[in-house]
């Protein structure tokens, strides 16, 4: 097997990347973010769809941590077209406890390629953002 202590993201091109998480739930926001500092990552957090569209329409973010149901506000789904109209391209990972198939199918046609189901652990999220970072345009 792998040795537990594989580094997480050795990809040096992953580190300082922006990611902004938005989850209305603030213990999941903490968390998040404390896992995205420790694999090298700039964090900005929103605890609802609306201020996630805020924040990418003044700033330059790699990468959306989305979580699909939040109360009250936008879902996921919502976020993610709106932040769409600012930043086109702009890649997303979903992050849920449970979705329909329909909220799954409608992320899927807007884009979004990836799900990680909650709970997960640091190398569930390290492996889906390495994949997605990897895949997105460079910025230069």
């Known amino acids: ?15 300082g990347r922006h990611v902004l998480v938005v989850d209305d739930s603030e213990q999941a926001r903490h968390i998040l973010s404390e896992m995205l500092e420790r694999m090298s990552f700039a964090v900005t957090t929103a605890s609802s769809g609306e201020e996630a569209v805020a924040i990418v329409r003044q700033t330059e ?55 990680i189901r909650k709970p997960y652990s640091l190398q569930e999220l390290a492996q889906a953002l390495s994949l997605e970072i990897r895949s997105a345009p460079s910025r230069t």
């Open 61 to 115: 973010v790699d990468l959306v941590l989305l979580d699909m149901i939040m109360d009250p506000g936008m879902n996921g789904c919502d976020t993610y077209r709106r932040i769409l109209e600012h930043a086109p391209g702009l890649k997303a990972i979903i992050t849920s406890g449970y979705s329909s198939a329909e909220d799954i199918n409608r992320a899927l046609e807007l884009g979004i390629s990836q799900f």
């Open 1 to 15: 097997g792998t040795p537990r202590h594989a580094p997480l993201l050795p990809s040096p091109d992953l580190r």
